[in-house]
């Protein structure tokens, strides 16, 4: 089995809520528990597709995976190093080799700054390239390989001039210029129009060859997830439910919230509908999670048992985990 | 006869520079119970097109020509008195992108579905309360949740409140912009359930309008694609998916992956959307086209009619060729 490059282990963050004048009295602390005891590894190699409702945690794990955020608890491991409790004066080398595209290419790029001084930040900020001319070459390498081709009619121009495809295309430049081994992608595709989100997945599976990368490919679309993904995680309420082989997913997905979520995605051909949804309501507030198994009120086969225990994370076929009591062995 | 028949509707903005050409001869016909979904990118012109069939237009937008029958009414040429009391909300009714977030936070919801009833009909409060309740509970929130403020309605509650709203005066067409946009996949899937099951029972027309065309084979009977402010292929959601035969058409249907079926390698369209402002010449999508040659460069492409309720506006599709 190829190593693990990233590992986290019963990785938490509980987000503090601001007290008011009644919990202040009383000494309650609320918190929004937005990723609450998850452990995984993402292969090298891999594209590891970790996916859920909103609100479910699944941004909060990859930034907490590149420590933009400090985790509450847990521990983080990057090509075998605990990274969890680095300075940022000893994680700057990790830095470098963990980068990051962000959903929205229109708020993720600076406006007053030019495509070129944009891809060039981080070459200053890690010290790479001797001078501006190097620098320069490395940019304009770069931009060629994600297609904004010829460089040089991009390089001076400014993000509002571009497209939003065009823009994603910078945001990917300016995480590949690093010459990162593990990339997180948030939701890439989802602000893009249609017709270009084919080519941006085609874009960041050819990269993925050309520069050996490793992706952690967040999103809330399993189509897209099941075009490029190798591995998928989902998650609900914090908690990974289910995670296994992509195709062992799509085809036989065992958590009845995975089922669910798989039965109400709408397929392009008007000879498959969408069946019964056979759960009820949506996903609850972070704050309040319901005991036991957080997914019990609105399970369809819940037991007594799930009201009160939380299910374990286990194995339960090779490489595919799933924490329900329907699967408890006795 | 349709209910709904527009023909060659063309409106254009304008701005400093010129016209934009947001609905640029666009034609179809929608019958009673009928769903029609639109289907097209950012800017191709559909929610300009949803504002144009109400005429609730910015002070900026011409339209230009066409006309748009309900029963041989050509809505263009009402005056605003009556749009106002006979057209909008009674017969056609509009639920807009993240209208959701529409709702008036400090009013409590059955509130503000009473008094869309009382602007539109002569009836007394009580009586539009009573309406407001039954209203909920047709697309399935416990009436007594009427007296709840919007803060404590969930997304996808809201977004049943407003399709409650858009009913609240028996319209025969709901025009539902993106209603789905911003839900998460199973509210998305409650939503399209309640809207069928509001078609059958009400026996209701609904145009569909979304950028995402799994949503439109679910619910849709026909289809029409739009970009740059033209419909480029129309027919039913069949044809469509089963036999697209406009290139824009081929290429987002082989742009979007499915959780079905066997894992197909996605093609993409190169280059981007037009800008409406200054769109190519000939064909709009000619410098898209894998197929364009001298004749989409310079001419605009012929409506081809392959049947009643199907045509394509392509240089490449000869008459017949369906």
Redesign the interface.
Known sequence: MPEALVRVVNLKKWFPLRKGFFSSLFGRELYVRAVDGITFEIRKGEIFGLAG??GSGKTTTGRLILRLIEPTEGEIYFEGTNITKLSSRELKPYRRRMQIIFQDPYESLNPRMTIYDIIAEPLRVHGIGENEEERLEIICKILESVQLIPPEEFLYRYPHEL?G??RQRVAIARALVLRPKFIVADEPISML???????M??LMLNLKEQYGLTYLYIT?D???A??VCDRIAIMYLGKIVELGDIDDI?ESPLHPYTR???????????????GE?P?KG??PSPINIPPGCRFHPRCPFAKPICQKEEPEFKEIEPGHFIACHLYDSD | MPLLSVESLRMYYQVGRGFVKAVDGVSFNLGKGETLGIAGESGCGKSSLALTLLRILPSNARIIDGSVLLEERDILKMNEETLRKEIRWKRISIVFQGAMNALNPVFRVGDQIAEAILLHEDVTKEEAHRRARELLKLVGIPPSRADNYPHEFSGGMKQRVMIAMALACNPDIVIADEPTTALDVIVQAQILKLLKDLRAKLNLSLILITHDLSIISEICDKVAIMYAGKIMEYGSAYDIFKNPLHPYTQGLIAAIPSIRGPKKKLRSIPGTPPDLLNPPSGCPFHPRCPYADEICRQEPPPLVRLGRDRYVVCHKIEEGSA
């Not at chain 1, 669910?260 to 969408?274: N, Q, R, S, T, Y």
């Open positions: 409702e909103s497209s495809g065009q129009d249609m017709s270009i989100r084919a080519e997945l085609n809330h399993l189509a897209t099941r075009y799509m669910a979520l798989l039965a109400a995605v709408p397929v392009p051909d008007p000879e498959i509908k969408i949804i759960i949506e996903i």
